[in-house]
């Protein structure tokens, strides 16, 4: 049975940052590409940032720059480290896994979530 199990969200000021995880079991990580999503309140989930199973991250709209993605394949767990966190990053954030090189536009595995708000 795949998990992927979220943790790290919490409350944070602007400007302040968070590292979220991303614990895989029932997988073996190192054969998985793997992704970072946020749902903000009332509106649709969207990619944040990808790692490849090479390793290669990428980043999309204001995460570039503010965010980093990384893998660590012995512990079979993903991160998501946030700096300079902006009110329009709240929301809901999942990890996602597909077997294969890149993510798909459907990843088959997925997390509950971990809520990240940010407010002062």
């Known amino acids: 049975q795949v998990q992927l199990v979220e943790s790290g969200g919490g409350l944070v000021q602007p400007g302040g940052s968070l590292r979220l995880s991303c614990a895989a079991s029932?997988?073996?990580?190192?054969?998985?590409?793997m992704a970072w999503y946020q749902q903000a309140p009332g509106k649709q989930r969207e990619m944040v940032a990808t790692?490849?199973?090479?390793?290669?991250?990428v980043y999309l709209g204001s995460a570039e720059g503010r965010f980093t993605i990384s893998r660590d394949n012995a512990k079979n767990t993903v991160y998501l480290q946030m700096n300079i966190l902006e009110p329009e990053d709240t929301g809901v954030y999942y990890c996602?896994?597909?077997?294969?090189?890149?993510?798909?536009?459907?990843?088959?595995?997925w997390g509950q979530g971990t809520q990240v708000t940010i407010s002062s």
């Open positions: 029932g997988i073996t990580l190192k054969l998985y590409a």
């Open positions: 996602a896994a597909d077997r294969g090189p890149v993510i798909t536009t459907s990843p088959r595995f």
């Open positions: 790692i490849t199973r090479g390793g290669t991250p």
